[in-house]
């Protein structure tokens, strides 16, 4: 066993995973570590219980957004400073794409992809009806028409580095380069690649991005959001100005005067809970590399699509996700007609999906924690439900809420 296998396999050991079930989620909500559990208790039972409001100052809990946001930094190729972690993705999106209007007036135009996770485009969209078109512009484009788009009166282009449904990755360096050469600004959402993909966010020079701590990076369900902003841009102005990003926040002033730095674009009072679970989540990577994960990640791929290829049942099955390893993310989609019947009876056999309208069956991959045993039991348990055709019986057909 090598240093790496031995490191992965410590890390593992610490997750919250049954061995009843193969968890191939980790893309949406990825799961938990004991070193959460145990520094959450710390959090409630003692910095809370027993110190109360002192912990504000006794344990550091008023830079929480900085000093967890300087941890996530680390993971996406950014320097300290450049971060911070508060609210969730969209507040966060809302107040770069906002930014970056700002700084390149007199331009109003913000590209989007089609293809965009909703929110992103919902966020864009209700960015405009608030400025109105003398002032903000938005328009979704395919993104297979970014290699010819002209840029020349672009405010900024905001993409995501993974693609939800079919986890294809975009060429960061190359998309960036291409759009800041006539001078528009770029913001990416790096909410399917952090933590498992090295963005590499300064060596790229890339402007802003958001993201969120709840997928790969093990945060928990609904922990918060992070936004970058490169030092060359952090005079801009905050839209959702509030008093934890004021100058001075205890001289409570009537007026508002931003703070110096990243600092400014907080808003309001972050919950310490979370941003607790955070920090500890993010402890767990201290001992692997983001080279190493992404590795690790293509590897697990990689077999995944091979052992699809080589089954006999599942081999006829259409794979969204990209062949070549530049090109793929930590998931693998498959397209099947009756995806979601099908995705709902792998659940109830212990192997955890998620499905995404219209017929697509995601499979995470988590390179932490998932390895070649939880694919083998995941293309065995789908060939299994096809082959049986159990999945066309009434109960896989209700729908839950959340898909």
């Known amino acids: 066993m090598t240093n790496t296998d031995e490191a992965l396999a410590t890390i593992r050991a610490g997750f919250h995973l049954s061995a009843q079930r193969v968890y191939l989620d980790g893309n949406s909500l990825g799961a938990l570590h004991d070193t959460v559990r145990r520094h959450l208790d710390t959090v409630v039972s003692r910095q809370w219980g027993e110190d109360l409001i002192a912990g504000w100052n006794k344990h550091d809990w008023i830079n929480l957004p900085s000093t967890v946001g300087d941890r996530i930094a680390q993971l996406i190729g950014a320097g300290p400073g450049e971060v911070l972690c508060c609210d969730n993705l969209s507040i966060n999106l809302f107040k770069g794409l906002a930014a970056a209007l700002e700084l390149n007036a007199p331009r109003i135009r913000i590209i989007t992809e089609a293809g965009h996770f909703p929110t992103d485009n919902y966020i864009a969209g209700g960015l405009a009806n608030l400025l109105g078109p003398q002032r903000c512009q938005v328009e979704a484009v395919e993104i297979n028409t970014l290699e010819t788009l002209d840029f020349s009166n672009v405010a900024v282009?905001?993409?995501?580095?993974?693609?939800?449904?079919?986890?294809?990755?975009?060429n960061l360096p190359e998309i960036t380069a291409r759009a800041q050469a006539q001078g528009a600004l770029v913001l990416w959402d790096l909410a399917h690649s952090a933590g498992v993909i090295e963005a590499e966010l300064n060596r790229h020079h890339v402007d802003m991005a958001v993201g969120c701590t709840y997928k790969f990076l093990n945060a928990g369900p609904g922990s918060p959001g992070f936004l970058y902003i490169a030092?060359?841009?952090?005079?801009?102005?905050?839209?959702?100005?509030?008093?934890?990003?004021?100058a001075d926040r205890f001289a409570?002033?009537?007026?508002?005067?931003?703070a110096p730095g990243i600092t400014r674009f907080l808003t309001g009072t972050q919950s310490v809970i979370a941003m607790a679970a955070a920090q500890a989540a993010l402890s767990v990577f201290e001992t692997v590399t983001i080279k190493t994960l992404r590795q690790q990640s293509l590897a697990l791929t990689q077999y995944l699509?091979?052992?699809?290829?080589?089954?006999?049942?599942?081999?006829?099955?259409?794979?969204?996700?990209?062949?070549?390893?530049?090109?793929r993310g930590s998931q693998v989609s498959l397209r099947l007609e009756h995806g979601f019947p099908i995705s709902q009876a792998l659940i109830e056999r212990g192997v955890i999906v998620d499905f995404r309208e219209p017929d697509i069956i995601r499979f995470g991959i988590a390179p932490l924690y998932n390895q070649r045993a939880d694919i083998n039991i995941a293309v065995t348990t789908l060939a299994d439900i096809l082959k049986s055709g159990i999945y066309r019986e009434q109960r896989f057909s209700q729908r839950a809420t959340v898909t």
């Open 252 to 258: 409570f002033e009537p007026n508002y005067r931003p």
């Open 231 to 246: 030092k060359r841009h952090q005079s801009a102005t905050n839209p959702l100005p509030g008093w934890m990003g004021h």
């Open 305 to 327: 699509m091979d052992q699809l290829a080589n089954n006999p049942v599942t081999s006829g099955i259409e794979c969204l996700t990209p062949g070549e390893a530049q090109r």
């Open 157 to 170: 282009l905001s993409l995501s580095h993974v693609n939800f449904r079919t986890g294809t990755l975009r």
